[in-house]
């Protein structure tokens, strides 16, 4: 475990609910996709953290597999958007 990891999750957690708190504003199509983006992402730091202590090969495998996921989440909701965009258009 590293210190700049430790830092990533704490501002990760901290800025959570004002990202949340503005995007709950937002009426964009697919914003759905980027709260699970996001919350895949928030377990991803945890699992980074986590195999400091226990089950490293686990826990590393689960971060990755978690940044490949929230990297399609992020990509669907961005699918999302511009769909919605074409059809206004």
């Given at each position: 475990m590293q210190p700049n990891e430790v830092v990533s999750l704490a501002l990760a957690l901290v800025l959570a609910?004002?990202?949340l708190r503005a995007a709950s504003r937002a009426r964009v199509r697919g914003r759905e996709w980027f709260y699970a983006a996001f919350a895949v992402m928030l377990a991803s730091y945890v699992f980074t953290i986590?195999?400091?202590f226990a089950a490293p090969d686990l826990l590393n495998f689960l971060e990755h597999l978690g940044y490949a996921a929230?990297?399609?989440?992020f990509l669907r909701g961005i699918i999302a958007m511009r769909t919605s965009w074409g059809a206004a258009a």
């Open positions: 609910p004002l990202c986590a195999e400091g929230s990297g399609l989440l």
